[in-house]
């Protein structure tokens, strides 16, 4: 994911959010993630802070829209205007049209990456929002996730499944960390202990 972000360059926006194992019940965590960083939301924003910068990042994206602010509002849990309820029957739907909304109006400015990380830990809110979105995803977007095996995308979805090192392969990426070929024995110690996984030959 790296690389391919890196040969990008500035030739499309890259936008990411993740899913974190301590958020695994908390629904729409990742998709929360990605706003956040969309509409630059602090963690130690106060509720009034969250608000304008929600209502200023509506109006950015999809202009006046009566709709499109309460869904959010009620997405990070803030306090509605008086009379104003959100359905929870009718929530995901109507956030999944907010969101190709969104996504439309990210791409109409220039071609756009959504990149979810981490996707084995996410929530059943988002991956079922996932499966309805990836068929129709607005023209100019990409969305680009990765997982550890057990997770399940979108059938829609294309698969890329990265194989463990071969022992040369390992031997390889070791000695890039290094700078320089490795000892023998450093190599045997490190390849018979990392089992082709690339995160253990580094550490």
């Known amino acids: 994911v790296n690389e391919f972000r890196t040969r990008l360059g500035a030739d499309a926006q ?3 959010g993740r899913a974190y194992a301590y958020a695994r019940v908390i629904p729409y965590s990742p998709l929360i ?3 956040s960083r969309v509409l630059h939301i602090e963690e ?7 608000r304008a910068k929600l209502e200023a990042g509506v109006a950015a994206l999809v202009g006046a829209d009566e709709e499109a602010l309460p869904l959010l509002l009620h997405l990070y849990h803030l306090e509605q205007a008086s009379g104003v309820t959100i359905e929870r029957e009718a929530f995901q739907g109507r956030l999944l049209a907010l969101m190709r909304r969104v996504l439309a109006a990210l791409a109409a400015q220039r071609p756009t990456v959504v990149c979810l990380q981490d996707l084995h830990w996410v929530d059943p809110s988002t991956d079922a929002l996932l499966h309805q979105l990836v068929p129709e995803l607005p023209s100019g977007v990409m969305l680009l996730v990765n997982f550890r095996p057990g997770y ?4 829609a979805m ?5 194989d463990a090192l071969s022992p040369r392969q390992s031997r390889e990426l070791l000695a890039s960390l290094l700078g320089a070929d490795p000892p023998e ?3 045997r110690f490190v390849t018979e202990r990392c089992d082709g996984n690339p995160f253990y030959v580094e550490e």
Do not use: S
Not at 44 to 50: E, G, N, S, W
Not at 158 to 162: E, N, S, T
């Open 185 to 187: 024995a450093l190599t």
């Open 44 to 50: 130690t924003d106060h509720p009034a802070q969250l």
């Open 33 to 35: 993630d990605l706003l």
């Open 152 to 155: 399940e995308p979108p059938p």
């Open 158 to 162: 294309q698969r890329i499944a990265l």
């Open 14 to 16: 890259w936008l990411e």
